[in-house]
């Protein structure tokens, strides 16, 4: 993002000098704008078609039930989480992806050779053909080792007082999980700084959560 003097020099907030507050409500309004359509178009269907297809019924559906709990700017705001985190992390993922392949030619090869072999020249990729594609999904997961889409988790609160490794922890504390330092521990993965897909080839390990050496996406309850 573009550096913000009111940063450096809270004084200079009223002015705004360099109109980022300004452009960002531009902005913001326009992204706002297109969630309300969205949601607009989804209620007029809703008319005709019941159940529930997708997170934004779900929560059509909820604020129908209870709109004390959640009203439409409560959808509109959760719908502009959702957009921003998953465009910044996906993009941010790619563009680690495609500079390692190029800094890996052998790696691009490798990759290549099995879409050609799988998909074919010129044909479009879609999700039910993820799982034939073994070495593509071993180049996002040690994308995701090497380059954490973001380099600290969402911050948790300690329930109770616990030990960790010797580390007494309080209760009520506020614990940061480094995903970046734990995708590059040299005590857990071999030669941790080189880009190596191949590593999980046959690897078992689950990136959802379940096993601790790589939580890109965190663990536990969200």
Known sequence: GKPNLVDFF???????PQG??????????????????????RLEHAKSRGGNSDVLDVLRSTSEESHEEMDRTHIERLCLDLFVAGTDTTS??????????????????KAKVELVQVIGKGKIIEEADLSRLPYLRCIVIETLRLHATVPFLIPRRVEQDVEVCGYNVPKNS???????????????WEDALAF?????????LDIGGRDCE????????R
Do not use: Y
């Not at 300004?22 to 969205?38: A, C, E, P, S």
């Not at 190596?196 to 078992?204: A, H, N, V």
């Not at 790589?214 to 309850?221: D, K, S, W």
């Open 214 to 221: 790589l939580i890109p996406f965190g663990a536990g309850r």
């Open 20 to 41: 980022i507050r300004r452009r960002t409500t531009i902005h913001f309004g326009k992204v706002i704008k297109m969630f309300g359509d969205l949601i607009n178009e």
């Open 196 to 204: 190596k897909p191949e590593r999980f080839l046959d690897s078992e």
């Open 174 to 188: 506020q614990v940061l999980v480094n995903a970046w330092a734990i995708g590059r521990d040299e005590t857990v």
């Open 92 to 109: 941010n993922t790619l563009e680690w992806a495609m500079a390692e392949c190029l800094q890996n030619p052998e790696k691009m090869r």
């Open 10 to 16: 809270p004084v200079l907030e009223k002015i705004d």
